[in-house]
T-cell receptor, first 114, second 111 residues
Framework: GAGVSQSPSNKVTEKGKDVELRCDPI?????LYWYRQSLGQGLEFLIY????????KSGLPSDRFSAERTGGSVSTLTIQRTQQEDSAVYLC????????????FGDGTRLSIL | KNEVEQSPQNLTAQEGEFITINCSYS?????LHWLQQHPGGGIVSLFM???GKKKHGRLIATINIQEKHSSLHITASHPRDSAVYIC?????????????FGKGTHLIIQP
C-alpha cells in the first residue's frame, strides 16, 4: 500500500497477557518510529529504528516493552505481562533517511487492557 | 514544565475567521513539525520547519529560532479544518531521536 500500515487496528486483552503490534512502513523508508498516545498524556516517543538497528530506545517505559525490525521493513512492538496503564493508541511512523524528515503516520493500534 | 507548550488548548471560531495557534519550546531543536489529527485518530504531517516560513494552501507556518516560538495560521477557516493541531520538535544536541510533542490545540470551526 501507499501508506504506513498497522495491525491490528484494535486489540482487547486481559491484564498479564503478552501482545504484539505490527507496523509495515512505506516502502523505501529507512527510519521507523513507535509512539504512544494515552488519554491525558498526549503523544510520547517510544523507540526509533534506522534500518534494522535501534539506536534510540530511550522512550520505552519499562523492560516489558521491546521492539524489533527485520529486513529493514516490518517492525513489531511487543508488550509482555500487560498492565492496565498500557492501554493507549500505539502509533507507528516512517520517514526517508535520517531523523530530520517529515514523518508519515499509520492509523495506530488501539490497545485496551481489561 | 513541558518542553513544548501550545496555546490555546481549545479554540472555537466561526467559518471564515483567521486562526492562529502558538507553540513555544524550551530546548534546542533541529526541526519543528506541525501535525493535524482528525477525530478517529489519523495523524497527518502539515509542515516541517527549521527556519523562516512555509505556506501550503490556506495554511502558513512560521518559526523564530531565537525566540523559540512557532505559529500555525489558517486563513479563511472552514469546518473541515476542525481537528487537533499538534506541535512537535526534534531536539538537537543528543536529545531523543523521536519527536517531543505539545499537548495539542483542539480547534472547532463552526459554520
Amino acid at each position: 500500500g501507499a501508506g504506513v500500515s498497522q495491525s491490528p487496528s484494535n486489540k482487547v486483552t486481559e491484564k498479564g497477557k503478552d501482545v504484539e503490534l505490527r507496523c509495515d512502513p512505506i516502502s523505501g523508508h529507512t527510519a521507523l518510529y513507535w509512539y504512544r498516545q494515552s488519554l491525558g498524556q498526549g503523544l510520547e516517543f517510544l523507540i526509533y529504528f534506522q534500518g534494522n538497528s535501534a539506536p534510540d530506545k530511550s522512550g520505552l517505559p519499562s523492560d516489558r516493552f521491546s521492539a524489533e525490525r527485520t529486513g529493514g521493513s516490518v517492525s513489531t512492538l511487543t508488550i509482555q505481562r500487560t498492565q492496565q496503564e498500557d492501554s493507549a493508541v500505539y502509533l507507528c511512523a516512517s520517514s526517508h533517511g535520517e531523523t530530520n524528515q517529515p514523518q508519515h503516520f499509520g492509523d495506530g493500534t488501539r490497545l485496551s487492557i481489561l | 514544565k513541558n518542553e513544548v507548550e501550545q496555546s490555546p488548548q481549545n479554540l472555537t471560531a466561526q467559518e471564515g475567521e483567521f486562526i492562529t495557534i502558538n507553540c513555544s519550546y524550551s530546548v534546542g531543536i533541529s526541526a519543528l513539525h506541525w501535525l493535524q489529527q482528525h477525530p478517529g485518530g489519523g495523524i497527518v504531517s502539515l509542515f516541517m520547519l527549521s527556519s523562516g516560513k512555509k505556506k501550503h494552501g490556506r495554511l502558513i507556518a512560521t518559526i523564530n529560532i531565537q525566540e523559540k516560538h512557532s505559529s500555525l495560521h489558517i486563513t479563511a477557516s472552514h469546518p473541515r479544518d476542525s481537528a487537533v493541531y499538534i506541535c512537535a520538535v526534534k531536539m538537537s544536541g543528543g536529545g531523543a531521536d523521536g519527536l517531543t510533542f505539545g499537548k495539542g490545540t483542539h480547534l472547532i470551526i463552526q459554520p
